[in-house]
Structures are given as structure tokens and as C-alpha cells.
């Protein structure tokens, strides 16, 4: 019975609202006017109403004469831009200023009307009564009203008699009923007695027990939470950040600083001060990955620092602003901070909303550095003063949620622990007994932080039934479990058949739901099994919608999926989570910095922490943008990484192939830039391995000049050939990690050509070339137009659909994006004219005409001359899996998870393990 149903029931009792044989011999009525005799009464009624129907959708309401207009009122009041009608009994039949129905109402035969024009065609309209017995008169007043053009969904009744079936009835009709009060004729008739006991002796106790409502139902469990919580007191000060700089901790007499940022999704209603707000500047570059840079005025050494986060923005979604949010608290951790509290919208309490993601979100900010969350409600607005922080909230654990008052539902708790009525963990699959206790584990772990008593947690919901420990047989096999994510999924396709040529046993399964709502499909069995993540950071650009979002977003929902999908399947006992992340999360991280002095966080080594604390064992990834992105990433606690040398194997293809047909000459490597330098100069080794002398010994270098790091048109301006020049019989591979727009390595190869030469070709290993598909096919086609022979990728990025010819451009983007073609046509000629033509010597609109025409005849050669390089198999060798058999045991902190054990286990470590598993409530059998 929720908190609202039984403090009306307690009011009725006391103001003797039950009436015997009323209207007629043997029935108990409520009359409910004795209720609105005091504001306290009113004020209880108006609550309950407004929080039953706040989440219903409507346009207007419409009472039912006579007690009706009690409610409706009550609601038109709440919402000033609603409009309130009245549907009243008739007074004159036939009477051509109202539409008029007949009806059987509970206890009599009638009529009710409605004035003329005043129900409008298309409206929901929400009905509300103060009782429902048949739904005679609730059926007439909706046949009314839809007779004049409305629509009714929804009908509210203070009061429902269950004995007379009306919900059945008016779900029929397409209505669903809402009612505060449910009563069985048992009900009211013991309802009648309490209140007659009660009038002889008043200051007894109310205490009843509905025949509608189990006893379950009635027992609640009641707390009060602080809104602030404490996830990291015993935080050492004494870490390195990123350059190496230890922090102390000041001394106990130093004043600390406080100081307060925001992030981009703060609401307008805060009123917040600009000075403030500039602190934090936000940016997605067009990789997808986004930074938090922090104004380099803003000293944070031993200050504390409140984060405040909100999620509103015409631009970006919640996930990116947490992001956004994650990256600020690990940029003032590095900074130096002393403390960090964060402020979080209730939406992510752990109790509240008990879901893995808001489990997985505390240990992420937990990770960041942050010392305390606190969750604030509708009311907060940004500042988080001492009345704030030291604010209670109350949480009722009962049968049926009631957010207004902060309730949970006993089952939906007992359903997301995976745990039925009839005692059966969800399907009694090893994945699903696994993932109730470690569920339960992390559960109890968080509410304890609530400083909730959860001790008798598992009386309350199981009652004695709950199994007090479960057994892990010895798993001797275990297939390895591949699991496709959003982004990429024909590479995961690819590395699933590579590990199965090796002679593994894979499942691939595809992941369902995306971003925090990503789920491992029920089927799969994770228990003890090798689980391998394929996960790109970019969608594949035939998906237009898909594109739209990540061209907002970024990749953030995509590194949320990965952590979320990783956290399950540690729920479900995997024994080690591999992630393949093609193309690391945060790669270009170098590009955050937009000061000389500015400061930011160590981003892709936060990202390492918070893949390791949602559950990656390893990450391998291909050919880092910077050696330190992988070095600095992965070298926390247990999580390992590594990396495939992709430029070597594609190059190493690419020169087989020249060498297998006729040529003159020697192959040049190309560095386009200083940046590219390094990793030129080690793929120069392994080819003179391959081609001996018929590699050249000189390299080409080219110099970038780049405005700063905001800069992403850097442009090539000089080659230096050296003292050998350009041979036009000579091969020129131009190599590089990513391309994003391909205008860089234009330049290179209109370099190239100007000094002669001829055989060119190009191998890129990061697609990120704009996912605008239209875009994409022109930028491909610039390389062959200014003449590349080939192009080279890898499939760590989709490359999407390549266009057949110049029509076949046009026909499929018009159709795509429902354009007429001429404006398709008209958008192709003018990125010509300012990507290309702009350059020519000539201006004469004949030649660009001329030249315009060329370049559309290269359409047709995109399918034979960009070569895509599967990295399959190199993934698929950097995958760690081991044929032993894993054990499962609980640790001394409640965590749940699998040991590896040698081969040769000596007995009494064996017996040890044995107890202690014993004792967490774990067993193994072997």
C-alpha cells in the first residue's frame, strides 16, 4: 500500500466518511466531503492526486458533475495552460446548447451533456471522478466526449471498486484507469467496523489490512538517505598525474579554496555566473573525441573543487556531457586538487534508480578522483551550500514506485537482482546465478555507502528463501565468447572466423541496446568463459542516422557501450575481457591543449582506468597517433595493452605486390610529416627486409605547418627529396596513421607530382574521413584526381558503400537525404570549386568545366583502386586465452570473480581457497 493510500484511508477513518446503506440498503459509500472540511486534508488530497497523474500525457480535463470538478480543479490549478471542461447532468433534454448522452450510472438511470464547441477535435482529454463502481457514468462521459472529436486515454477516480470490474471494462475501451483508493466490499465493511471503533475510542491506533493488498505489500522499509555521499575519503593525495609531478597533501592548518565549474549541460534556470562558465571550455573534434579544457588562470593546487553537471544541451546528449563531466573531475584530480565533489541530477542514484549503469557510473567518478557525489533534485540551482550538503531525502522500499516521496518497488528491485517469486533465479543458466550475487554484492556495497542498513537486506526482499550460497562447477571447456558492439561489427565478423582458423571454439553474438543501455544477449554463456569486445569509435557512414548522432555526439555513447557491455559480462563471471578498440578512445589528445599554459586531463590514460574499472582485462588496439596514448593508457594495476604494427602489414602486402609485377626503379617511403617521422623510419627496417636495394635508402620528409592544435587543416608545404630527387620510375608509398579530411596527403602528392613523379600511392590506416557520405566519395576521389594510382586502408573504420559512378553518387545520396538531384549536383560542383579548382593557374570557367568533367569520370574507379587490408588476423593473435580451468571465488571486499590455477596446486592452498570461498557464501566444486 503506498505512502499516499494509507494516510487518505487514516483521514476517512477519522473524519467518518464511511456511510452504511448508502444511497441504498447494503452498500457502504465514501463520502468524500468531509474531506475537503480542512486544509490539511485538501493539501494531502491535492499531493496525491498531482503525483498520480503527473506522468500522464493530456491536453485539457474534464470533470464529472459533481465531485469531479473537485479533482479536475485541483489538476487545472497545477497546470494554468490547461483547460478545464465540465460534463454535468442534464437539466433539459434536447436542449441545442449542449451535446447530451444517456446512462446507467451506479445507482440510477441518467443523462449527462456537455456545452457545444467546447471539446476540441484531436485533444486528449484526461476524465476525472470521485468514485468508479460499473463505469456507467465514466463509459457515457468518454462516449461523450469522443462523440464531439476528443480523445480519453486516461481516466482518474479518487476512489475504485474492485467487486464491479470497471478497470476491465474501460481497458476495453482503450482507458486506462488511475485511482488512489482500491476497495473490495470485504474492505469497506471492515473499513466501516475500524471506523465505528475508532468513533468509541479515538486515540486508539488505525491499524487494518486490505483483502486488495498482500501483507507483502504492506510491509515497507523505511530510511533516510543523505543526499551527499562519500565514495572516496581515504583518497591518497600522494599520486602522480601525468608529467610526472607528485601532489602532497597540505598541511591540516592550510585554508583550502573553494572553487566551482560547470559543465556544458547546466540549466539556463540556474542563472549562473559567464565568469564561471568560462572556466571549462568543451569540444568534439571531428575523430570523435572529446575534450574538457580548463582555463589556465584557474590555480587548483589544494583547492576543493564542486563540479556541478547537468544534462540540458541543444547539441550534445547526457552521455557526452558525463563524459565531459568525467574528464573535469581527472583534470583538476591532476591539477592538484585536494578534494572533488561532484553534483549529479537524482536520476543516477544507486537506490533510487538501482540499474548497473548507475552502479558502473559511482565507480567511474570514483576512479576520476572524485571524493563525494551528490545527487540533487528538481529544486537545486547550482550552488551546493552546507544546507545542501547536509540535506536527508527519505526512501520507502514498498510494493508499487512512487517517485514523488522517493519509493522503490520491492519487485522491480527483486527483478533486476534476477530473483522470481517461485525461487528460481531468472532462467537457472550459471550466467544468471552469477550475475544475482555479484548484482547483490555491488548493490550492498553502494547502499552502504548511503550509510543505509542493509544488513538484513536479503530478509526484506527473499525473506529465509534466498540461497545463501551458490556452486560453480569446474569448467573444463568454455567456448570463447565474441561480443559485436554498435560500431564496426564486420571486423568482429572477420576476427570471429581468424580465431576460429586458429582452432577456437567462438560464439559470436551481437550486442543489444546502445550507449548505458547496452546488454549481452541472454544466450550468451559469459560464466568462465574468454570474452572478447570489438568496439570501433566511429559508425559506419551508410547509416545516416547513426552518422547524424555521432556528428553531435562523438563517440562518447560508444565508449559508454564498451564500459557497459565489459561490466556485464564481469556480472555474468567472465573470466577476462579482452577489448578490441581499433582505434583508441581519445587518441588525438594531443589536440586538447589551446593554450600555451593550458591545462587539461590525461585523457586516454583516464580512459584506460575506466575501461579497467568496468571490467577490461586488455586492450589492443592498431597503430597509436602517439607511442605515450598507449604507454601512458594501460600501465595502471592489472590492465594490459597493446598494439598491432598495421602500417607494417599493409605495406608489407602493398610491396609484394609490386614486386610480383613489372617495374623499373625503387620504392620511396614518404613521411608526410615530422609527426609520421618515427614511425617511417621503423617501417624502413621491415620492408629492407623484404626489398633489399630495391628499397631507396632516402626518405621523402615532409614539413606541416599547423596554426596551433585547434588547427585540423594543417597543410603540407615542402618535400625534401634530398640529394637523390624524384625519379619518375621510382614507387612513392606515402604512409600515415589517420587521415581525417585527406587534404594533408593532397598535398603531399601534388608535391610529388609537380617534381615528376609518377607511380604514387597511398596507405592510411585510420578511415576517419568525413562520414557525410557524399563528402567521403568526393574526398577519395580528390586522391585519384591529383594523381594517386592506389588507395590503401585498413578495416579498423568502416569504409561504407563507395560509389559506382558519378550518376550512381548523385541517384544515392538524393535518394538518401530525399534531395532533388540537381541540388545534389549543384552541392558536388561547388566543393569542386572549393576544394580543388580553387588552386588552378587557369580560372577560365571552360577549364574548370573541363577538369570538373575528369573528375567525375574517377567515380567509377573507386571500387578497383581503394584496397581495404583486413587486421583480423593480427587482432585475433593479440587475443589472450589460455585452456585452463578457471575457479570461481568470492574476494574479502564482496567481489565476485575467476582465478586461473596452475596445473600443479598444492593441497592445502587448494583446501585454503576452498574455505575461504566458504565463507563469502561461494562454493566451486571440481
Not at 135 to 142: K, L, N, P, T
Request: glycine share 6%.
Amino acid at each position: 500500500m503506498n505512502h499516499f493510500m494509507q494516510q487518505l484511508i487514516d483521514h476517512i477513518i477519522i473524519k467518518k466518511a464511511f456511510l452504511n446503506n448508502y444511497p441504498k440498503p447494503g452498500v457502504v459509500f465514501l463520502a468524500i466531503d468531509a474531506l475537503f472540511n480542512d486544509s490539511v486534508s485538501r493539501k494531502l488530497i491535492s499531493d496525491a492526486v498531482i503525483a498520480a497523474t503527473k506522468d500522464v500525457p493530456f491536453d485539457s480535463i474534464a470533470g464529472i458533475a459533481s465531485r469531479g470538478y473537485l479533482f479536475s480543479g485541483m489538476i487545472a490549478n497545477r497546470f494554468s495552460d490547461k483547460g478545464e471542461y465540465f460534463i454535468q447532468k442534464t437539466k433539459s433534454r434536447g436542449d441545442s446548447h449542449f451535446v447530451q448522452i444517456d446512462t446507467q450510472t451506479e445507482y440510477s438511470s441518467d443523462s449527462f451533456q456537455v456545452l457545444k464547441n467546447t471539446i476540441q477535435k484531436g485533444k486528449k482529454y484526461l476524465l476525472m471522478d470521485d468514485l468508479i463502481a460499473t463505469g456507467g457514468s465514466v463509459i457515457a462521459a468518454i462516449k461523450l466526449i469522443r462523440a464531439c472529436g476528443g480523445e480519453v486515454n486516461s481516466v482518474f477516480a479518487m476512489t475504485e471498486l474492485l467487486d464491479f470490474g470497471a478497470r476491465e471494462k474501460l481497458k476495453r475501451e482503450g482507458v486506462e484507469l488511475i485511482s488512489l483508493l482500491k476497495f473490495t466490499n470485504q474492505d469497506l465493511q471492515k473499513l466501516l467496523d475500524i471506523q465505528e471503533r475508532h468513533e468509541k475510542n479515538p486515540t486508539a491506533p488505525i491499524t487494518y489490512q486490505l483483502a486488495c493488498h498482500t501483507k507483502e505489500e504492506q510491509e515497507l522499509m523505511q530510511f533516510n538517505m543523505r543526499r551527499l555521499v562519500d565514495i572516496n575519503s581515504n583518497k591518497s593525495k600522494k599520486k602522480y598525474a601525468k608529467k610526472g609531478v607528485l601532489f602532497t597533501a597540505p598541511t591540516e592548518a592550510m585554508l583550502n579554496p573553494s572553487i566551482d565549474l560547470y559543465n556544458q549541460g547546466c540549466p539556463k534556470t540556474w542563472n549562473l555566473d559567464s565568469k564561471k562558465m568560462d572556466r571549462n571550455n568543451f569540444k568534439i573534434f571531428s575523430t570523435g573525441d572529446s575534450f574538457s579544457v580548463l582555463s589556465p588562470d584557474v590555480e587548483m593546487t589544494g583547492t576543493n573543487v564542486t563540479i556541478h553537471i547537468g544534462l540540458q544541451h541543444t547539441n550534445y546528449s547526457p552521455l557526452v556531457l558525463l563524459h565531459e563531466a568525467l574528464q573535469l573531475c581527472r583534470t583538476v584530480y591532476e591539477q592538484g586538487a585536494e578534494s572533488i565533489t561532484v553534483a549529479i541530477p537524482e536520476q543516477f542514484h544507486p537506490a533510487l534508480h538501482h540499474n548497473d549503469f548507475n552502479l558502473l557510473l559511482m565507480r567511474l567518478f570514483k576512479i576520476s578522483g572524485v571524493n563525494n557525489i551528490y545527487y540533487y533534485d528538481k529544486n537545486y540551482t547550482g550552488t551546493l551550500d552546507e544546507a545542501h550538503s547536509e540535506a536527508m531525502m527519505p526512501l520507502t522500499l514498498s510494493q508499487q514506485s512512487d517517485m514523488e516521496h522517493y519509493q522503490i518497488s520491492r519487485k522491480d528491485l527483486l527483478d533486476y537482482l534476477h530473483f522470481t517469486k517461485d525461487l528460481k533465479i531468472f532462467d537457472s543458466s550459471l550466467d544468471a546465478e552469477v550475475m544475482h550475487f555479484t548484482r547483490k554484492s555491488y548493490l550492498n556495497k553502494a547502499w552502504s555507502k548511503l550509510d543505509l542498513d542493509h544488513t538484513d537486506m536479503d530478509k526484506t526482499l527473499f525473506g529465509h528463501r534466498s540461497p545463501a550460497e551458490i556452486k560453480i562447477p569446474e569448467i573444463k571447456t568454455q567456448a570463447h565468447v565474441l561480443l559485436c558492439c554498435s560500431a564496426n561489427r564486420p571486423l568482429a565478423e572477420n576476427i570471429a572466423s581468424s580465431l576460429r582458423m586458429r582452432g577456437e571454439v567462438v560464439n559470436l553474438f551481437q550486442t543489444q541496446g546502445k550507449g548505458e543501455l547496452a546488454a549481452i544477449p541472454d544466450e550468451a554463456k559469459i560464466c568462465g568463459a574468454t570474452v572478447t569486445i570489438v568496439q570501433a569509435t566511429r559508425p559506419s557512414p551508410d547509416d545516416m542516422e547513426a552518422v547524424k548522432e555521432y556528428q553531435k555526439n562523438g563517440a562518447a555513447s560508444y565508449f559508454f557501450e564498451t564500459a557497459m557491455i565489459a561490466r556485464q559480462a564481469r556480472l555474468r563471471g567472465a573470466d577476462k575481457v579482452n577489448l578490441i578498440n581499433s582505434y583508441q578512445f581519445g587518441a588525438r589528445s594531443d589536440k586538447a591543449e589551446n593554450d600555451s599554459k593550458g591545462k587539461t586531463g590525461a585523457y586516454v590514460q583516464q580512459n584506460g582506468m575506466l575501461l579497467e574499472a568496468s571490467g577490461v582485462s586488455q586492450v589492443i588496439t592498431a597503430e597509436c597517433h602517439d607511442a605515450h596514448t598507449l604507454s601512458g593508457s594501460y600501465t595502471h594495476k592489472k590492465i594490459k595493452s597493446s598494439a598491432i604494427s598495421a602500417l607494417t602489414i599493409m605495406s608489407t602486402q602493398i610491396v609484394k605486390d609490386w614486386m610480383n609485377h613489372p617495374h623499373h626503379g625503387q620504392l620511396r617511403l614518404v613521411t608526410p610529416d615530422e609527426g609520421a617521422a618515427k614511425r617511417t623510419k621503423e617501417l624502413t627496417v621491415q620492408l629492407q627486409a623484404i626489398l633489399g636495394k630495391q628499397l631507396c635508402e632516402s626518405r621523402i620528409l615532409g614539413e606541416k605547418q599547423r596554426d596551433s592544435h585547434q588547427d585540423d587543416s594543417a597543410l603540407i608545404n615542402t618535400l625534401h627529396s634530398g640529394s637523390t630527387g624524384i625519379n619518375a620510375n621510382d614507387k612513392y608509398l606515402i604512409t600515415d596513421d589517420e587521415t581525417a579530411t585527406g587534404t594533408t596527403l593532397c598535398q603531399a602528392v601534388m608535391n610529388l607530382k609537380k617534381q615528376g613523379a609518377n607511380d604514387i600511392t597511398v596507405a592510411v590506416v585510420h578511415n576517419n574521413m568525413p562520414l557525410d557520405w557524399l563528402e567521403r566519395q568526393l574526398c577519395l576521389a580528390r586522391f585519384l584526381y591529383l594523381g594517386v594510382n592506389d588507395l590503401h586502408f585498413s578495416d579498423t573504420q568502416e569504409m561504407g558503400t563507395l560509389a559506382k559512378s558519378y550518376d550512381d553518387m548523385i541517384d544515392t545520396y538524393s535518394h538518401a537525404l530525399q534531395l532533388p538531384k540537381l541540388e545534389v549536383e549543384k552541392q558536388v560542383f561547388a566543393w569542386f570549386k572549393k576544394n580543388i579548382s580553387k588552386d588552378f593557374s587557369d580560372q577560365n570557367e571552360a577549364h574548370i568545366t573541363q577538369e570538373f568533367t575528369q573528375f567525375q569520370s574517377l567515380f567509377n574507379q573507386l571500387g578497383s583502386r581503394i584496397i581495404i587490408h583486413s587486421l583480423a588476423d593480427a587482432f585475433a593473435a593479440k587475443v589472450m586465452t589460455r585452456a585452463c580451468t578457471p575457479h570461481f571465488y568470492a574476494s574479502d571486499k564482496g567481489t565476485l570473480f575467476f582465478q586461473h590455477q596452475p596445473a600443479q596446486v598444492k593441497e592445502e592452498k587448494r583446501a585454503l581457497e576452498k574455505d575461504r570461498t566458504q565463507v563469502q557464501g561461494v562454493k566451486y566444486e571440481s
